[in-house]
């Protein structure tokens, strides 16, 4: 924890010792950080960094994560440096180990039954590969044995620093020359292993199915998610068989692939038994996923000029999309940063990860003599898991332009023309884009509007009546020529201001700020106070420079309503008499 001051450039530079010789691994430290400007505005933010153990990173990616017995597995292996560079040269050893499980049906403490399972990790491959110019080096190898493998890759930098990664795949035998022995688990649950983590419409998926029975199995396939899609009976005879589910544009983004599988009574099950296996198959989006491109019409802009935007709409092939509906919102950056919102991108809001609304029951899960198996007497049971003149400024809205309702013509574009308010900001304009075969995009775009010579106010955002405060504004020269005839004048209306010489004459260097305060009396009956904050210089390197704002605001006074009512009858009709006298007007009771 510490506090300093910006430089020139309004850089801060945070140093700190990352020394991470007693750490495991890398480390993301997290800095939070509140600047304050000379307008006494305040901005908070915050950021994480890596700490990294190591010069370099290894990363593993298997081609396919299901391979066939006899088939080259392929794994590719890249150096990076923390930046992302690639890192040459870097020699890594690489260890591919068979996972051999063993599972005991044992008795437990409490009387009942429960699978222990172990594993033994035992090398098949070692060999060592040199990572090349682009960081890439390949690790090959031929399995000879269904099961699951994991790929160790160890590599050293030149501090001495050991960096480690590791990834698994699995090894299907469809000859079915041999029983895989995959671990037991204690419920009816199997878990089944797809090649790819991501895949296109077009594809097949290859999914692994670590069958614990032997003999010939009928299994229930589905696929399933807000419902069940297709269902259909399949066998299987062989302990680590793989089936195959080809990928359409209706499975966007994601489609679960439900088995199960159920074995009776036979030589090698002397119960009726039954497995139940997930697997989830992530669908790529791209496909769904429009473009926006956006345009401007200039680069740099003032306050108050016309700018023209033109949206081109395009899908996954880049053809123009026409009566795309389209959405505009044109805020304020200084708004968004206060209240930024759903940030998610449309795409990710229409086609999100779609949970499993399918819930499978079978009867045999509760079947007695599998119950009668598992618990002795009286053991206890388990449950389950579930550029002009001066112009002053004036008009700061939050968002200068909204329309929901814009439609792409024959060539995918829209042409918009956003009048600028008076903010010296940078406004972001939104897109939002979906046809009615629900393709969506969105995209922003920034404009910044800034001028030469521009005036900061340093105002409350009230007064209280007979308030006394100072005033003033910080006067910002952008340009690269120092100004020595700057002059700034404060006007208000609503309040005396003191001295009475509000017209100030100063020198601005270049890229430099000059601050002005002045002291002012609130009005004890005003409502408001229009203050006026100018000012100018002819000594601008393309001609006279000017700037000026005007602001109101408001004087608030410390009291409450109070509110009289009275009631009463009122003369007989026709007739004279004594009236009811109205009620008296409300009033206001000091505070």
Same mark, same amino acid.
């Given at each position: &924890?510490?506090?300093?001051l910006?430089?020139?450039?309004g =850089?801060?530079?945070i140093e700190l010792p990352?020394?991470l010789?007693?750490a495991?691994q890398?480390?993301s430290?997290?800095f939070?950080?509140t600047?304050?400007?000379?307008?006494n505005?305040?901005?908070?933010?915050?950021?994480t960094?890596?700490?990294?153990k190591g010069?370099f990173?290894i990363?593993?990616?298997?081609?396919e994560?299901?391979?066939?017995?006899g088939d080259e597995?392929?794994?590719d292996?890249?150096?990076?440096t923390?930046?992302?560079?690639p890192y040459?040269g870097?020699?890594?050893l690489?260890?591919?180990?068979e996972?051999e499980w063993?599972s005991?049906? !044992?008795?437990t403490?409490?009387?009942?039954?429960h699978?222990?399972? =172990?594993v033994?990790r035992?090398?098949v491959?070692?060999?060592t590969?040199?990572?090349?110019?682009?960081g890439a080096a390949l690790i090959?190898w031929t399995?000879a044995?269904?099961?699951?493998?994991?790929?160790?890759?160890?590599?050293?930098?030149d501090?001495g620093n050991?960096?480690?990664?590791?990834?698994y795949?699995?090894?299907?035998?469809p000859?079915?020359?041999a029983?895989?022995?995959?671990p037991?688990e204690?419920?009816?649950?199997i878990?089944?292993?797809a090649?790819k983590?991501?895949?296109?419409p077009g594809?097949?998926?290859?999914?692994? $199915?670590?069958?614990?029975f032997? %003999? &010939?199995?009928?299994a229930?396939l589905?696929l399933?998610r807000?419902g069940?899609? &297709?269902?259909?009976?399949i066998?299987?005879?062989?302990?680590?068989?793989?089936?195959?589910?080809?990928?359409?544009?209706?499975q966007?983004?994601?489609?679960?692939v439900?088995?199960?599988?159920?074995?009776?009574?036979?030589?090698?099950?002397p119960l009726?038994?039954?497995?139940?296996?997930?697997?989830?198959?992530?669908?790529?989006?791209a496909q769904?996923?429009?473009a926006?491109?956006?345009?401007?019409?200039?680069?740099?802009?003032e306050?108050?000029?016309?700018?023209?935007?033109?949206?081109?709409?395009?899908?996954?092939?880049?053809?123009?999309?026409?009566?795309?509906?389209?959405?505009?919102?044109m805020?304020d950056?200084?708004?968004?940063?206060?209240?930024?919102g759903d940030?998610?991108?449309?795409l990710?809001?229409?086609y999100?990860?779609?949970p499993?609304g399918?819930?499978t029951g079978v009867?045999?899960?509760?079947?007695q003599?599998?119950?009668?198996?598992?618990l002795?007497?009286g053991?206890?049971?388990?449950g389950?898991?579930?550029g002009?003149?001066l112009e002053?400024?004036?008009?700061?809205?939050?968002?200068?332009?909204?329309?929901?309702?814009l439609?792409t013509?024959?060539?995918?574009?829209?042409v918009?023309?956003v009048?600028?308010?008076?903010t010296l900001?940078t406004?972001?304009?939104?897109?939002?884009?979906?046809t009615?075969?629900?393709?969506v995009?969105d995209?922003t775009? &920034?404009t910044?509007?800034?001028?030469?010579?521009?005036?900061?106010?340093?105002?409350?955002?009230f007064?209280?009546? %007979?308030?006394?405060?100072k005033? %003033?504004?910080? $006067?910002?020269?952008?340009t690269?020529?120092?100004?020595?005839?700057?002059?700034?004048?404060?006007?208000?209306a609503?309040a005396t201001?003191?001295?009475?010489?509000?017209d100030v004459t100063?020198?601005?260097?270049?890229g430099g700020?000059?601050?002005?305060?002045?002291a002012?009396?609130?009005d004890a009956e005003?409502?408001s $106070?229009?203050?006026?904050l100018?000012?100018s210089?002819?000594?601008g390197p393309n !001609?006279?420079?000017a700037?000026a704002?005007?602001?109101?605001i408001?004087v608030l006074r410390?009291?409450?309503?109070?509110?009289v009512g009275?009631?009463?009858?009122?003369p007989p009709?026709?007739g004279g008499?004594? %009236?009811?006298a109205?009620p008296?007007?409300p009033?206001?009771?000091p505070?």
């Amino acid at each position: &924890e510490g506090r300093g001051l910006t430089q020139a450039d309004g =850089s801060f530079v945070i140093e700190l010792p990352a020394d991470l010789q007693e750490a495991l691994q890398s480390q993301s430290w997290t800095f939070d950080v509140t600047i304050q400007s000379p307008t006494n505005q305040f901005v908070t933010g915050r950021t994480t960094v890596p700490v990294h153990k190591g010069a370099f990173y290894i990363g593993l990616s298997p081609r396919e994560y299901v391979v066939n017995v006899g088939d080259e597995s392929n794994v590719d292996l890249v150096a990076v440096t923390p930046d992302g560079d690639p890192y040459p040269g870097a020699e890594i050893l690489a260890t591919v180990y068979e996972y051999e499980w063993n599972s005991v049906y !044992g008795r437990t403490a409490d009387g009942s039954y429960h699978w222990e399972t =172990s594993v033994l990790r035992t090398p098949v491959v070692t060999t060592t590969v040199t990572s090349g110019r682009d960081g890439a080096a390949l690790i090959s190898w031929t399995p000879a044995k269904g099961g699951q493998y994991q790929v160790v890759a160890r590599g050293t930098d030149d501090a001495g620093n050991v960096v480690n990664s590791a990834t698994y795949l699995y090894v299907s035998d469809p000859q079915n020359s041999a029983v895989v022995a995959w671990p037991r688990e204690n419920n009816d649950r199997i878990k089944l292993v797809a090649d790819k983590q991501l895949y296109e419409p077009g594809e097949t998926a290859r999914i692994l $199915v670590p069958n614990p029975f032997s %003999g &010939e199995v009928k299994a229930l396939l589905t696929l399933e998610r807000s419902g069940v899609s &297709e269902a259909r009976v399949i066998t299987l005879n062989g302990s680590s068989e793989t089936i195959e589910i080809p990928i359409t544009g209706d499975q966007i983004p994601n489609i679960f692939v439900g088995l199960v599988l159920v074995k009776g009574v036979d030589e090698s099950n002397p119960l009726p038994a039954m497995r139940v296996g997930y697997v989830q198959l992530n669908v790529d989006t791209a496909q769904k996923e429009l473009a926006i491109d956006i345009a401007s019409s200039a680069q740099k802009v003032e306050p108050g000029d016309t700018v023209t935007y033109t949206l081109t709409v395009r899908d996954n092939a880049g053809a123009p999309v026409p009566d795309a509906e389209v959405s505009l919102a044109m805020v304020d950056k200084a708004v968004l940063s206060l209240a930024q919102g759903d940030t998610r991108s449309l795409l990710d809001i229409f086609y999100y990860q779609r949970p499993l609304g399918v819930t499978t029951g079978v009867l045999l899960a509760i079947n007695q003599d599998r119950l009668s198996q598992q618990l002795s007497a009286g053991a206890k049971g388990g449950g389950g898991g579930g550029g002009g003149g001066l112009e002053i400024r004036q008009d700061f809205p939050d968002i200068a332009y909204w329309r929901a309702d814009l439609m792409t013509d024959a060539n995918g574009q829209i042409v918009v023309a956003v009048p600028l308010p008076d903010t010296l900001t940078t406004w972001s304009l939104a897109a939002k884009a979906v046809t009615t075969d629900t393709l969506v995009g969105d995209a922003t775009f &920034e404009t910044v509007v800034s001028k030469d010579l521009q005036v900061r106010p340093l105002l409350p955002r009230f007064f209280t009546a %007979g308030d006394r405060a100072k005033v %003033g504004a910080t $006067v910002i020269n952008t340009t690269g020529t120092a100004l020595d005839d700057l002059h700034f004048t404060v006007e208000a209306a609503g309040a005396t201001l003191t001295p009475p010489n509000t017209d100030v004459t100063a020198t601005v260097a270049a890229g430099g700020q000059a601050s002005f305060t002045f002291a002012l009396a609130v009005d004890a009956e005003s409502p408001s $106070v229009v203050v006026t904050l100018t000012a100018s210089s002819a000594q601008g390197p393309n !001609g006279p420079l000017a700037d000026a704002v005007r602001l109101e605001i408001p004087v608030l006074r410390y009291e409450t309503p109070e509110v009289v009512g009275t009631a009463g009858g009122g003369p007989p009709p026709g007739g004279g008499g004594g %009236g009811c006298a109205p009620p008296p007007a409300p009033r206001h009771a000091p505070g």
